[in-house]
């Protein structure tokens, strides 16, 4: 887990993942939600979340799937 944008309002953490099963039941996602809940211990809001791409389509086809590896989700939160 990395708390790659941290706002005095909120931030974006990511994980890695493998698989879809993994990105709603893996020690990762717990150690996201955890950092969330530390930072926001009032609640907060998930504003936004999803698969980030690690390189873009174009240079890793340019790679011929080479660059590809891991998948990464993100969460944005906001506090209340």
């Known amino acids: ?11 974006l953490v990511t ?3 493998q698989n879809e099963v993994d990105v709603l039941t893996s020690s990762e996602r717990r ?4 950092a969330i809940n530390r930072k926001c211990p009032a609640g907060f ?3 936004k979340e999803g698969e980030i791409p690690k390189v873009s389509r174009a240079a890793d086809r340019a790679w011929r799937g080479q660059m590809g590896g891991g998948r990464l989700w ?6 209340q």
């Open 1 to 11: 887990m990395t708390l790659v944008r941290d706002t005095p309002a909120g931030g």
């Open 31 to 34: 150690d996201a939600m955890e």
């Open 74 to 79: 993100g969460i944005q939160f906001a506090c």
């Open 45 to 47: 809001k998930v504003q």
């Open 15 to 17: 994980y890695p993942f």
